[in-house]
């Protein structure tokens, strides 16, 4: 089955600066890719996400990268702020037909004032 | 998007007793997901629940510990059986709307 890794598993940032979180998956038929952020004491909440069709999608601060070939995307937050603080996790789905996400392990963001 | 409520919130149980968490969406979706998050850890899928025909278990997961139900296409519950320590976590529902995954806020279990 599919294998989502994740890297770092914790990061601290200054407030300002950016902050890039990446993720290798193992499933060449995966083609999507959704990130999530979650806060303590909630569920995970989408934040963005990116189709195997697309290379590149941003939102504001948020951008996501997909290398198929690679089989690696990355999460990049410009210009960070407290509160981007969160747990961040990637995930992948599988192809035509698949509804299941495999999670990587979660980055631990800590944007300091 | 899509609006999941789950209840309850947090709950602390005696071991050997059971807790039902239940989710409900604000509309009709074929398939709903339950999740198990130990702490600090990642989101590991139980299984899927479909209405009309018994959950789909992941490996390591098995009805007898964690029956599930899904009477219509907006409501499921999860029963977290025989309740043991190790089973302390956050247990999550999710739907898919589209190629997209939403997520309920969470039940916090603790078995002391």
């Known amino acids: 089955g599919e294998n989502v890794e994740q890297h770092p598993s914790t990061l601290s940032v200054q407030e300002g600066d950016s902050a890039v979180i990446k993720c290798t998956y193992s499933?060449?038929?995966?083609?999507?890719f959704p990130w999530y952020k979650q806060e303590l004491g909630k569920g995970p909440q989408l934040i963005i996400d990116?189709?195997?069709?697309?290379g590149e999608k941003k939102d504001q601060r948020i951008a996501v990268t997909l290398n198929k070939t690679a089989k690696h995307f990355s999460l990049h937050i410009t210009e960070t702020q407290p509160e981007d603080s969160a747990v961040y996790f990637c995930?992948?789905?599988?192809?035509?037909?698949?509804?299941?996400?495999?999670f990587g392990k979660g980055t631990k963001l800590s944007v300091i004032p | 998007s899509a609006v999941i409520s789950q209840k309850p919130s947090r709950d602390i149980c005696q071991r050997g007793t059971s807790l039902t968490i239940q989710c409900q969406v604000d509309?009709?979706?074929?398939?709903m997901f339950w999740y198990r998050q130990q702490p600090g850890q990642s989101l590991t899928l139980i299984a899927t629940?479909?209405?009309?025909?018994?959950?789909?278990?992941e490996s390591g997961f098995v009805i007898d510990k964690f029956p599930i139900s899904r009477p219509n296409l907006t409501f499921s519950t999860l029963t977290v059986s025989n309740m043991s320590p190790e089973d302390s976590s956050i247990y999550l529902c999710?739907?898919?709307?589209?190629?997209?995954?939403?997520f309920g806020q969470g039940t916090r279990l603790t078995v002391v």
């Open positions: 999710s739907v898919p709307k589209g190629q997209e995954a939403f």
């Open positions: 499933d060449s038929a995966s083609n999507y």
């Open positions: 990116i189709r195997s069709n697309v």
């Open positions: 995930a992948a789905r599988g192809g035509a037909g698949s509804y299941q996400l495999t």
């Open positions: 509309s009709q979706v074929t398939m």
């Open positions: 629940a479909n209405q009309g025909s018994e959950a789909t278990y």
